[in-house]
Nanobody, 123 residues
Framework: QVQLVESGGGLVQAGGSLRLSCAASRRGTFGTYAMGWFRQAPGKEREFVAGISASGGSTYYADSVKGRFTISRDNAKNTVYLQMNSLKPEDTAVYYC???????????????WGQGTQVTVSS
């Protein structure tokens, strides 16, 4: 099973930026999986944020982050990124990396999850 490890979370002021990273443990097959990011705020359900196809050629975003967040991947480094700009207090959540066979699967029923990284946006 592929292990996913997120990093890059932290505390930032509203309007600021952060870049999250998610490293996958298994080499060779990372480039065959779609990847995604989810988040879960206190007292709320986990929600889909962004997804990217195995090749990186297709991306998909939740309406709440369109134009502010960018998902990308480097298959040579087994890593997927989430660049978050113009952050708002409502973006505060634990952010999770996820894996699936397609963007549709990763956005609905991911196969694997990371442990999460906390993002806190102060007003």
């Amino acid at each position: 099973q592929v292990q996913l490890v997120e990093s890059g979370g932290g505390l930032v002021q509203a309007g600021g930026s952060l870049r999250l990273s998610c490293a996958a443990s298994r080499r060779g097959t990372f480039g065959t999986y779609a990847m995604g990011w989810f988040r879960q705020a206190p007292g709320k359900e986990r929600e889909f944020v962004a997804g990217i196809s195995a090749s990186g050629g297709s991306t998909y975003y939740a309406d709440s982050v369109k134009g502010r967040f960018t998902i990308s991947r480097d298959n040579a480094k087994n890593t997927v990124y989430l660049q978050m700009n113009s952050l708002k207090p409502e973006d505060t959540a634990v952010y999770y990396c996820a894996l699936g066979r397609t963007i549709f699967q990763v956005s609905t029923t991911p196969s694997n999850w990371g442990q999460g990284t906390q993002v806190t946006v102060s007003s």
